[in-house]
C-alpha cells in the first residue's frame, strides 16, 4: 500500500461500466516524509468517500483492479482507505 494526499477530482460523462457509481481521485503519492513523491495520478475511490487534501492510502496493479469481491475493473490504482491518523519514528 502506499499513501497519498487528494488534491483534486474529476468527473467523467462516460466510463467503463465497472465505474458506475464511483469517483475518480487525482493524488499525490507521499514518501516516508510525507512530502510529494513522483508524478501525481488519478485512482479510483470505489466508495466516494475521500474529500480534498485527505490522506489516503491506495493499491496498484492487479491488486487495483480486484479491489472488490467478485467485481473486476480497469482501474491502475484504487483508494483502499483514508488515513485517520498517522504516527512514525522516523527522523527527519
Not at 5 to 11: M, Y
Not at 19 to 44: D, S, T, W, Y
Request: proline fraction near 7%.
Amino acid at each position: 500500500m502506499n499513501l497519498a494526499k487528494v488534491i483534486g477530482s474529476l468527473w467523467a460523462t462516460q466510463k467503463h461500466h465497472s465505474f458506475n457509481g464511483m469517483k475518480f481521485c487525482f493524488i499525490q503519492p507521499l514518501n516516508e516524509h510525507r512530502q510529494p513523491a513522483g508524478k501525481p495520478l488519478i485512482a479510483v475511490d470505489p466508495d466516494n468517500r475521500c474529500g480534498q487534501d485527505e490522506t489516503v492510502y491506495y493499491v496498484e496493479g492487479g491488486d487495483a483492479a480486484t479491489i472488490k469481491p467478485d467485481h473486476t475493473m480497469p482501474s491502475d490504482a484504487t483508494i483502499v482507505g483514508i488515513v485517520d491518523s498517522l504516527s512514525t519514528d522516523h527522523k527527519s
